[in-house]
């Protein structure tokens, strides 16, 4: 089944210790993007990826980290969390631009708190 | 990316159409409009997308004006499943970022 899998699904951590949230697709997808998802403030993108090797800042990039070694893989690295990351994370691929118009698949979310 | 305006809450009755409104008046040549939805906390989901014509598919159609400054999502025959905030979005078919706002809540009641 085509899908993009985000672990964990729920994280609690405290202020200032590192974690990794992964996120992996089977779509050979080249795009790939994080979104965080604050109430009443909809969603709002971290940081994407084009291809292997190349990210870009999204909207709202402080605090956070990506890298893209592998096609399929676009881990989310917070190296000292604070609580105001507390939010809901979504990560999302699609095809690559070049080659029509493509719609966005997304997981299903990971729900992290800093204490 | 051209900015949605969308009306924050709608209601439907089970079984009628459901016609949601967006304006993108701001909306350049090379944009298309493109639909999601999110049911409660899940993933948004994909719905439908469109440049210049109308387009259907097996979930909703979508209707976009002449001058492309509005499009309408239609969902013919709304279920209590349809329940869910719905986000209009406009962007570039080469863009790279993709912006969110605020959404319309429709709630389907029976």
């Known amino acids: 089944e085509a899908q993009v899998t985000q672990n964990p699904r729920y994280l609690i951590t405290v202020t200032g210790k590192k974690l990794t949230v992964t996120c992996s697709q089977n779509m050979n997808h080249e795009y790939m993007s994080w979104y965080r998802q604050d109430p009443g403030l909809g969603l709002r993108q971290i940081y994407y990826s084009m291809n292997v090797e190349v990210t870009d800042k999204g909207d709202v990039p402080e605090g956070y980290k990506v890298s893209r070694k592998e096609k399929r893989n676009f881990p989310l690295i917070l190296e000292s969390p604070s609580p105001n990351q507390t939010s809901l994370y979504f990560c999302?691929?699609?095809?690559?631009?070049?080659?029509?118009?493509?719609?966005?698949?997304f997981g299903n979310g990971t729900r992290l708190t800093v204490t | 990316d051209a900015k949605t305006t969308q009306p924050t809450s709608m209601d439907c009755a089970e079984g009628r159409a459901a016609n949601l409104p967006c304006n993108h008046s701001t909306i350049s040549g090379n944009e298309y409009v493109y639909w999601y939805r999110q049911i409660h906390s899940q993933g948004p989901q994909y719905i439908i997308h469109g440049l210049k014509n109308n387009e259907t598919n097996e979930m909703a159609s979508l209707i976009i004006t002449e001058d492309r400054k509005s499009s309408t999502l239609i969902l013919p025959h709304a279920t209590l499943r349809d329940t869910a905030v719905y986000y209009c979005?406009?962007?570039?078919?080469?863009?790279?970022?993709?912006?969110f706002g605020g959404g319309t809540r429709l709630m389907v009641k029976p």
């Open positions: 999302a691929s699609r095809r690559n631009l070049g080659q029509g118009s493509s719609p966005l698949h």
């Open positions: 979005i406009v962007r570039p078919n080469a863009g790279n970022m993709l912006t």
